[in-house]
Every structure is written in structure tokens, then in C-alpha cells.
């Protein structure tokens, strides 16, 4: 990237947050002086992730992005503003810098195997074996590592060291070393013979070389950074299918015409035509026609969902029915999916209590390896023995002592495990929620829109004796479906349900307060309050009236219906409780969790609602302002607390728990204050939350034991010579391998409810 782009460009929600793209680190202590550099800035606070290779920093808005680009080339690495993404057409984007490991890789790997197997085969030691290795080395120390010397030397004339300049030392050193002895020693004599033997021998040193070492370090530290850098591409997968998921193009209707523009042009107000089969290109409302639509990429739930005139519906999904019109309502860095993917970023990009420890460590670290190498160095040569066993084992300690898979450790499992949870529909805002998530022994369940539907639905119908069940749903289904209120179209849509097509409405009215009236295939109908009934002198039968008391004790609401002049039933119409709420409750009780419901409904209706999911405590009657008190009380007690909510009422309290979790079909003011966003409205999705944010701690703790105790176990190995520089170097190349393929498990998590995996985009 060329010059300093238009000063907006990095700018992402807040004016003062600005994202750089970061080149040219090779481990963890190259994002820590990074760091360093720029928070010496005034008023800046910088984060640098080595896994994603990006800066996030906040600075005052009058700060020129230049100038943190600036500090960044001068502490010898690339840094440059984020460009718009190209539209994928299937083929990931090409990467010079995975290229040009690839090239140096193959190059190192041929030229070091022949260098290996003469050092280490004394059949294959035929008269001047020792030129033709120097030949073949050389350009595998010098042009394959180049990458390494070129960061050491940056890093050196900063007055700076990093793993880099480990693998710098050791490698220059051996050919340095063999350089010697082959030409100032006795190893380029003809007929040279190099055993391969584990013993130590007193010699002058003069008479053995070290290119198998440089070589072979050289390889496998290659092979180590080129499969660390394939991996960690491949753990940033799913956000990159995620910002590619969008539709291109849309069929927007203009002047009544269709018209097909590019998707970045549409405005909100549009209108467009989304046909069968195609993606809907921005989140928008259906204005006519219905459908299915294939939500799975966005809430990993594999059921479509039917939609019509007046329902929403989100871009990037899929219609999967009929032809549909939907006006845009939110476009571009507005929609849901662009907040999906800013939210993913935003908690890679952070970093967790855990990772910050791990940056300290590798921080002071290679000092330490440096002062050990020379430290057994001069143990070496102070204890009598040869120069060739004392160098051998310095250069061991500096290979060995590389920690990055210390620097990988966090940063690969919190890419792949905070992209896994979008594919689930589970959005995790930050690093410092894993450590909450270990922790929360107690969750607080919100009622409505969490633990029931939050929509009122036909509960019950009650006949009066010699009343047709069907009939009684048929007329008041037919009568309510002509009101708007909520109550009314709660009985005609689970009418319409259980009894089909309803008739014609004839004399409809409203009776402000009580209820409706009306004409419904010549019967007149009323249906509503008693009050209304006994306007009609009309009145409940004893087994009415006992249905619609022990309706109302329940908290549900009970509605009266009569026609032609007697009452005919009940209606019992209530919240209903989501059909996987008792599962979900189940689920939290094994993973450790004590559940709480907490509702400002009255006692009679919360008891039911925990009784029928199997909660034991039950918190109710409380007002929003007291939901934060409720919460607060819990965490006196020594509780350590998560709350599940979707309303404006709930927002406090999910920023007052230790552990928010809002329902992604809640209120954006909850999901702006939770920790955890849940794509979908099933509260199974918050069981497999935490499971999943446990998992992904777990996986970094297992990493950070991993590092620590390689390096812990192999540096003293090194140091008494006990471990071959190319050994060293080999394990070490291991040891990222595996941490970052040990993140990549975190790709198999699966949701114990049964949904089907997000398909990938």
C-alpha cells in the first residue's frame, strides 16, 4: 500500500479506533514491541495480535493514521490500513508472504536432506563430502533463512531481540563454525569422516563442521512457520466466509421495473424481488409474498422459517420458497451480518488474561535463552571439554529455547474457537469472556423472549357442554381475526391452526375495553371480557367459570365466547414456554450452572413457567430497575453470576452479571450490553456458549502447558548436550505445529440440540 490513504478509511464505529494490518512479525515478541512502541504514543492504547496480524488502536480523533504506520516501519515491520475486501468468487485470495514461505521451504528442504545424510552416514562420506555440503548449505542458511537474519539484524539495530534472532545466531553460528574448520582447521582435509555418535570426545574442534545443523534448523523452523501460517489462515476461515457470504448483486424494482445494480448501491427504502433459491442482499421487511427462508449460515439453526408480508428478514440468507419483495431497512456496515463479522473481529482481536501473561513471558524470554546459551557456553569450555561440545550445546539452547508456540498459544484458539460459535449462531464480543465463562456457577433466566416465546398464544380451549371444540374455535377465530389486538390475533392464528380456513366477518365492532362483536356465518358472536357477556345478560356456567378462575391463578388470560344468546366456551390465551427451554435448563444444571428465573410477572404465572422448564428458584414481581439489585444480591452472596435477556429492561442487568448473554432476537440495547449474542432465540444456544467459551479456555490453557513445559523441559536438556541443534530445532518447529493444530480441534464442537452446522459460505 502505497502513500497514506484517505484519513476515514480505518476508522470503524467509534471515530477514535483505527485498524492496521501488521507485516512482518514472525512470533509473539514482534507484536509485544510493536505494542510497546506504539502505547508510548500520547494518549494511545494499542493491542497487537500476532494471529490475526492486526493492530487495534485507540487514539485521540485528531491523531493522523500515518503516524502510527509511521512508529510501526521504524520499529522494522510493514503496517498499513485495511483495504476493502474483493468480492470472493470461490478462490481464497492469493498470499505472497504463504508463497514465499512455500518457495523458501521447498528450496531448504532439497538442498538439506543430501547435507543431513552425508553428516550423518558415514557410507555416504565419499573424499570432499565436506565442499559439497558446504555448497549445498550455504544457500539453504543464507537465502531459505533469509527471512530470519533480516528480522534479527531489523531487531539488533532497534536494540531489540526475538525468536528470530535465535535462529539467526545459531544457524550463522554453525556455518560460521564450519567455515572455520574447513578452511583455518583440519576439516577440509581429504578423506574427512564425520560419525554420527551421541558421545562427547575431547578435541580442538577445528576438525568438525556444523552445516547439517544450519541446514536442517533452518528447514524445519521453515516447515514450522509455513504450516503455523497455513493453519492460522485456515482458523480465520470462518470470518472470511462470513464477510463473503452477501449477495452481489439485487433485482432492485424502480419505477416498477426490475432493475439489477450491485449490492453496495442499494439505499435503504429500496425495494427488490429476491426469487427462489436466491440470497436476500441486505436485511429488509416483506412488503409482499411469502415465504422460507434458510437463516442456517447465520443462526445454525436448519429449520427454514416461514416469513410474510411484515415479518423481517436478514441478508445473506437464503430464500428457500416462494418469490418475495422486501424494503431495505439496514444496508451496508448496518446489517446484521457486517455486525456479526465487526463483533468476531473485535474478540480476536482483543486479548484475555491469559494471552497478556503469555506476551510477558515471551517478552523477557529470549534474553534469558541468550544469556543461558552463553551461560553453557562457558560451563562448557570452563568445565575442560572441547569447544566443538561447548558450541554444540549453546546452539541448542538458542534453537530449543524459541517459544513460539507461547506466542500461538492464545491467539489460534480464540480465532477458531470465536469463529466456530458464528458458524452456531454464538457471537462472543471479547477474550476476557472465557475467563467469565470458567467461572459462572449461577444463571439468571429473563421470562419473556427467553424462557417463553414472548408472544401470546392459544393455550386451551374450553367448550361448554353440547359445544363443538372446533365450532367454539371456527366463530372466534373468525371474529378475532378481524381485530389487531394481540390477544385477537393470538386466538385466530392457533384457530386457524387447529381448524383451517376461517369464514367472513359481517357487523364487526369494537366494544372499547370488553371485547368484539359480530355476525359470523349468521350467528352473533361475542367474544372477550365477562364484562362484555354480562352486557348481553349472559353468563358462565359453573364449569366456565371454574376454567377461567384457575386460567387467571396461572397468570394466563381467559376469554369469554358466546353466541346466539348463550356462552359457548372459554379461551385460555398465554405466553407460551418455548418448546426447548426445559432441555436448555437441563443443560444447564450439567454443566454445573444453579438456574435462577427472574420475571416482573406476578409469582402464580413465573412458578408455572419454572415448573414446567424445572427451575427450583424463582425471583419474582420485581420491577426493571430491580432486575441490577437481583443481580447484585447474588454476587454478594459469593455467586458468580450469568443472565440470559432480550429486552431494553434487561440491558442493565446483563452489563451488571459477570457473564451477559443477549438473545439475537432481542432489543439491540440488550445484545449491546450482553458479552455473549446469540444468534438464534433458542436458549439451548446459551448452554452451547459457555460450553463452547469453556472449551476454548481449556484449549488455551492446554497450549500454554504445552509451551511452557517444552521449553521448561528442553532448555536444561539442551544445555547439558543432550540434545542435537537439529533435534532442537525440529521439536521446536513441532511444538507450533501442534499448538496451532490443537486450536483446529475446536472446529469439530458440535451443539448438543441437534442443529445442523452452519453451512459454509
Known sequence: MDGTPARPAPLRGAANVIELDIGGMTCASCAMRIEKKLNKLDGVTATVNYATEKAKVTAPTELDPAELISVVEKTGYTAALPQPEEPADGEPAADPELDSLRQRLIGAVALAIPVVAMAMVPAFQFNYWQWAS?????????????????AAWVNL???????????????????????????????????????????????????????????????????????????????????????????????????GTETRIPVEELAVGDEFVVRPGEKI????????????????????????????????????????????????????????????????????????????????????????????????????????????????AAVAVLIIACPCALGLATPTALLVGTGRGAQLGILIKGPEVLESTRRVDTIVLDKTGTVTTGRMTLADAVPAEGTDRAELLRLAGALEDASEHPIAQAIAKGATAEVGAL??????????????????????VLVGRQALLEDWSLELPGALATAKADAEMKGQTAVAVAWDGEARGVLVVADAVKPTSAEAVAEFKRLGLTPVLLTGDNRAVAEQVAAEVGIEEVVAEVLPADKVD?????QSEGKTVAMVGDGVNDAAALAKADLGLAMGTGTDVAIEAADLTLVRGDLRAAADAIRLSRRTLATIKGNLFWAFAYNTAAIPLAAFGLLNPMLAGAAMAFSSVFVVSNSLRLRTFKSRNGTAPARAA
Do not use: C
Not at 136 to 148: E, Q, T, V
Open 630 to 634: 437481583v443481580i447484585a444480591r447474588l
Open 281 to 392: 442482499a441486505t436485511d429488509g421487511t416483506v412488503v409482499s409474498g411469502t415465504s422460507a427462508v434458510d437463516a442456517s449460515m447465520l443462526t445454525g439453526e436448519s429449520v427454514p422459517v416461514e416469513v410474510a408480508v411484515g415479518d423481517d428478514v436478514t441478508g445473506a440468507t437464503v430464500n428457500a420458497g416462494g418469490r418475495i419483495t422486501v424494503r431495505a431497512t439496514r444496508v451496508g456496515s448496518d446489517t446484521q451480518l457486517a455486525q456479526m463479522a465487526r463483533l468476531i473481529e473485535d474478540a480476536q482481536s482483543g486479548k484475555a488474561e491469559v494471552q497478556r501473561l503469555a506476551d510477558r513471558v515471551s517478552g523477557v524470554f529470549v534474553p534469558i535463552a541468550i544469556a543461558i546459551s552463553v551461560a553453557a557456553l562457558g560451563a562448557w569450555l570452563g568445565a575442560g571439554f572441547p569447544a566443538s561440545a561447548a558450541f554444540t
Open 503 to 524: 369464514p367472513t366477518v359481517a357487523d364487526f365492532a369494537n366494544v372499547e375495553g370488553k371485547g368484539v362483536q359480530g355476525v359470523v356465518d349468521g350467528h352473533a
Open 134 to 150: 558446504l555448497v549445498l548449505a550455504a544457500p539453504a542458511i543464507l537465502w531459505a533463512g533469509w527471512p530470519f537474519h533480516k
Open 157 to 255: 539495530r532497534h536494540g531489540a531481540a526475538t525468536m528470530d534472532t535465535l535462529i539467526s545466531v545459531g544457524t550463522l553460528s554453525a556455518l560460521a563454525w564450519s567455515l572455520y574448520a574447513l578452511f583455518l582447521g583440519t576439516a577440509g582435509e581429504p578423506g574427512m569422516r564425520h560419525a554420527f555418535e551421541f558421545t562427547v570426545e575431547r578435541s580442538d574442534g577445528a576438525g568438525n563442521i556444523y552445516l547439517e545443523v544450519g541446514a536442517g534448523v533452518i528447514a524445519f523452523v521453515l516447515a514450522g512457520r509455513y504450516f503455523e501460517k497455513r493453519a492460522k489462515r485456515r482458523a480465520g476461515d470462518a470470518l472470511r466466509s462470513l464477510l463473503h457470504m452477501g449477495a452481489k448483486e439485487v433485482a432492485v424494482l424502480r419505477d
